[in-house]
């Protein structure tokens, strides 16, 4: 099969960078996509890390460390970005005032104005697709949580909780870098790195909190610069939030976890949705294991435990009984947004990415859980959608 090419750039060369155009790498492993990413162009600060898309992409044209550059390029069509999250306010907006596709790093603006901002931008350009990085709801196991919640399988929610757990910063003396503070990161700290992963699933069921409880804590303040001295850590470390999701059916709590410091977890994402006729939960931790219950009145209650395997939303080379991964969960995540452009806005797909819409509710979830732990009050949610 011929697949129409779309020309890509590339802003920012450090891990994600490299990560996606891996996946564009790995193209081939896709079935029946009739549209493939070209890697045209890559933009860094810094010009060590463009070595290494020179030696592995010969479809190249453009290597800069200025990403104008890359963004005057006619032949380039839709533009991935991974910087920090300071920039992402100037960086995106110039993505699509330069008539560019967005595919950008979460959480889509160092705070709720900047991510007015981007949107502004956005409404000013409508044939653009933008579209934010979530690649764990890809994973089979989120899928099947999130088709069974979706079809109301799951009777009357009784409670829902997401989470995403790391521990490499229980370490002391890990290096600090630019996501421990605030004037890069944001004020947000771990729920601005790793809140969208988690709300996605959530906001596309339409579960949106009326009002957030929060707990952050931070638990070291300084950390080791990576050059021989010491750095001010200043963001928050953990998070838990208690949300109130109200339906047509009764409210129910949704707890959020975004934890850098969850000893033993290595980089663990999870979903666990309960309800009064089903109920399922699946974690990154144990990628090929769904567990899940059926209730019927007056039967037992018992959960059991389902092997699950390749089963990808959009087709691949592998088999069905083999295990998915996470540069999986990126190649599927890439092919949604590469057929969200080939074919527009209003085409039906197996799964989207995250929207423009939803960073904007996960902003306005985040800046609530911010006023809660300041005040220590149960804060009302300020959806915002005007732009």
């Given amino acids: 099969m011929k697949r129409k090419p779309l020309h890509f750039g590339i802003i920012g060369g450090g891990l994600m960078g490299r990560e996606i155009a891996s996946a564009f790498a790995r193209w081939c492993h896709l079935l029946e996509l009739p549209v493939r990413p070209v890697l045209r162009g890559v933009a860094s600060g810094r010009e060590s890390s463009l070595t290494w898309f020179k030696d592995n992409f010969d479809t190249l044209t453009t ?8 963004l005057a390029s006619t032949e380039i069509e839709a533009v ?38 981007i949107a502004s931008a956005a409404a000013s350009n409508p044939t653009a697709i933008v579209r934010c990085v979530s690649q764990f709801p890809f994973y089979p196991g989120a899928q099947a949580v999130y088709k069974c919640a979706a079809a109301g399988q799951c009777g009357r929610i009784l409670e829902v909780e997401v989470g995403f757990l790391h521990s490499s910063d229980l370490n002391p003396d890990k290096p600090g870098n630019w996501k421990r503070q605030n004037a890069t990161n944001g004020l947000y700290g771990c729920m601005g790195d790793l809140g969208l992963h988690v709300l996605h699933i959530p906001l596309r069921l339409g579960w949106k909190p009326a009002n957030v409880r929060s707990v952050l804590t931070k638990i070291y303040t300084e950390r080791p610069d990576g050059r021989g001295g010491r750095m001010v850590c200043d963001t928050w470390d953990n998070a838990t939030l208690l949300c109130d999701v109200p339906t047509d059916c009764g409210n129910f709590p949704l707890t959020v976890k975004t934890h850098r410091i969850a000893p033993g977890e290595k980089n663990t994402w999870y979903i666990k949705v309960i309800g009064t006729k089903r109920g399922m939960i699946f974690s990154t931790k144990e990628p090929r294991t769904l567990r899940s219950f059926e209730y019927r009145s007056g039967a037992e209650q018992a959960w059991a435990t389902q092997d699950i395997g390749y089963d990808s939303l959009y087709r691949t080379v592998t088999g069905g009984i083999f295990e998915f991964g996470f540069s999986d969960a990126i190649l599927q995540m890439l092919a949604s947004f590469c057929d969200r452009v080939h074919q527009g806005p209003d085409h039906r797909l ?6 423009l ?4 509710d996960h902003h306005a979830i985040l800046t609530a859980a911010l006023v809660s732990q300041e005040n220590a009050i149960t804060a009302p949610v300020h959806y915002r959608s005007d732009v």
């Fill in 350 to 355: 197996p799964f989207d990415c995250a929207t």
């Fill in 80 to 117: 991935y970005v991974a910087v920090p999250h300071q920039l992402h306010e100037s960086i995106y907006t110039d993505c699509l005032r330069a008539g560019k596709h967005l595919f950008g790093e979460k959480p889509f603006g160092i705070d709720a104005g900047a991510n007015d901002t």
């Fill in 357 to 360: 819409q939803e960073t904007r």
């Fill in 63 to 70: 290597t800069t460390t200025d990403y104008r550059d890359l």
